[in-house]
């Protein structure tokens, strides 16, 4: 069990996604870095779909009852133990009575907390994310607080050979790292105003040229009013040659669309299941972990790619994920 | 049935009916949907059914793994397949819809708006009720909250445009009018429209399977029930 000190900015229980009933208007809510998220999974044995702690810019302090096997993934947002910085992507042992916290955020903005054996939460619909506004999934449904206390599950096989390999060499110390971590293109995805893959949006051709270029060659800055609902932009005004009445229909994780007033949203995690403004682009699946490191403030801008270089990206991705899980369960044997 | 295909990213294909609110489109959408529920093939996530389409959400590594051919792109496999599946699709008629029953407490402090549209109609209060409770109405999907239905078939003359100033909460069960449109808020959420009643049933039940009250394709009676019945029901669920 481990208890919650300090809360932080927004702590909230998050998995893949509760996918299967947006068609009764029911968002997915999920992991906005769906990418650490699985990592940190698979750093200390999990299932990738297993819920983590997402953490958001000022992290929450958290006191560990009992021991356990975590790992910290995502953004660096100075995660020390008992005072100590302990590094990220890698499997940690941490000592029963020992304190996780976190301190001034180094790069990017969300982080994800992954435990052996999982947050034990009630998945409701099939998922355990949490979903804010209607209160349902996570803990409680709603974002972690000062006094809560949330359990761990069973450790799987794999878990629990990392886990007491760390606890041997630990000796009396609060904690114990692995000698490796994860060094591929996944640990570094944060950069400094980054150009993300975008793919044309349904209604991209009902743009002025002037928009459809300004769209691909300018930069946007991130609006304060953006949360895990969507990335609000600011930059040159969006246009369409004509207003047209459109008619709601489905919109997904990185649609970026263009209310009447001209400024595009990025869709992200929280986002409503349809919506009924112009689809001017589409963040490529692979971007999508780059924008939830991205703090309001910053700037971003666009770099034009087909829909078929997005899905072989995308299978490219799955593949190194794929390939990384084997590494990681060869070092854990 | 005439369909194109439309990517909506790399994890979504949108199958496009046609461009404007009808009930034959909307029954074609039904259709997509009944056959999607009798047989989903593993490679399809969920499917979101729309006014004028039905967009299929996907894996595309999942196809990648099943058809393990390195030069295909799995958007290109999934239209094939969802081609096929559409042209043996030989029901000519979706189902019998379901009509539920939506009980209205309309008017007082459940209808705070109702004076509003009452005077922007030039109709009285009682007529506003009469009509709103006669419309043909058809649950043409389910979007924007939880169990949210957008309904149409609303008698025009009750028509009213949205408040100028939204209301920062609108209570759940609130059941209200913009433009054309007429709808009821599962849960409590900022909003524009002008109420006119409020409904004492849940539309977002997130226990139950579906969680939803109302599934596109629903036929919906709105009938007049008076506080205190309001209350019972309420105090029933």
């Known amino acids: 069990m481990l208890k919650v000190l300090k809360s932080g900015l927004l702590t909230t229980i998050q998995d893949l996604g509760r996918y299967g009933y947006q068609k009764y208007g029911v968002i997915t809510s999920g992991a906005m870095d769906p990418e650490a998220h699985r990592i940190a999974n698979l750093l200390v044995g999990n299932d990738q779909r297993t819920p983590t702690m997402e953490i958001t810019l000022k992290g929450p302090v958290l006191e560990f009852q009992e021991d356990a096997l975590i790992a910290v993934c995502g953004g660096n947002l100075s995660p020390m133990i008992d005072g100590e910085t302990v590094g990220l992507w890698r499997p940690i042992y941490i000592k029963k009575g020992s304190e996780l916290r976190f301190g001034n955020p180094k790069k990017g903005f969300r982080a994800y907390l992954s435990i052996a054996g999982g947050f034990e939460v009630t998945s409701v619909m099939g998922s355990a994310s949490t979903y804010l506004r209607a209160e349902i999934g996570g803990y409680k449904g709603r974002a972690l607080d000062k006094g809560d206390t949330i359990n761990f599950g069973e450790l799987s096989n794999s878990s629990q050979k990392a886990f007491d390999e760390l606890k041997d060499m630990a000796g009396s110390k609060p904690y114990q790292t692995m000698d490796w971590f994860v060094a591929t293109e996944f640990s570094a995805p944060i950069q400094d105003e980054p150009k993300l893959k975008v793919m044309e949006g349904r209604e991209f051709h009902l743009f002025t040229d002037d928009s459809q270029s300004s769209f691909f060659e300018e930069q946007f800055q991130i609006d304060s009013q953006s949360d895990r609902m969507g990335y609000r932009l600011q930059g040159s005004k969006l246009e369409l040659t004509k207003q047209k009445d459109m008619i709601s229909e489905a919109v997904t994780f990185g649609t970026i669309q263009v209310p009447a007033e001209g400024n595009p949203i990025i869709l992200l995690a929280d986002r409503q299941t349809t919506g009924g403004y112009p689809k001017i682009g589409q963040v490529a699946t692979v971007d999508l972990p780059r924008i939830a490191q991205l703090k309001p403030g910053e700037q971003v801008s666009f770099e034009q790619i087909s829909h078929k270089q997005a899905q072989y990206l995308l299978l490219e991705r799955e593949k190194q994920i794929q390939q990384l899980a084997q590494g990681i369960r060869f070092k854990n044997r | ?237």
């Open chain 2, 1 to 237: 049935m005439n369909y194109e295909f439309q990517p909506l990213g790399d994890q979504a294909v949108v199958i496009d009916l046609g461009n404007e609110i009808s009930q034959a489109i909307h029954e074609e959408v039904q259709s997509i949907s009944n056959l999607l529920d009798e047989h989903q093939p593993e490679w399809i996530i969920e499917y979101i059914p729309a006014f004028t389409n039905i967009t299929i959400l996907y894996s595309p590594f999942l196809v990648y793994q099943q058809i393990k051919q390195t030069e295909t792109l799995p958007y290109d496999w999934v239209c094939a397949q969802l081609r096929q599946m559409l042209t043996q699709n030989k029901r000519e008629k979706v189902p019998e819809p379901r009509t539920i029953e939506i009980p209205v407490c309309y008017g007082g402090d459940y209808g705070p708006d109702l004076a509003n549209v009452s005077k922007y109609t030039g109709l009285k209060e009682d007529e506003v009720i009469k009509k709103h409770m006669n419309g043909d109405y058809i649950v043409y999907m389910i979007g924007f909250a939880p169990g949210f239905p957008y309904i149409g078939g609303m008698d025009e003359t009750i028509s009213t445009p949205r408040r100028d100033d939204p209301r920062l909460e609108i209570p759940a069960g609130s059941v209200g009018i913009a433009g054309s449109q007429t709808g009821v808020y599962p849960i409590t959420t900022p909003g524009g429209w002008q109420l006119i009643g409020q409904t004492p049933l849940p539309l977002f039940q997130p226990e139950e399977d579906p969680p939803s009250l109302l599934q596109p394709g629903d036929k919906i009676k709105f009938t007049s029930i008076s506080e205190k019945e309001y209350l019972a029901i309420k105090e029933d669920k």
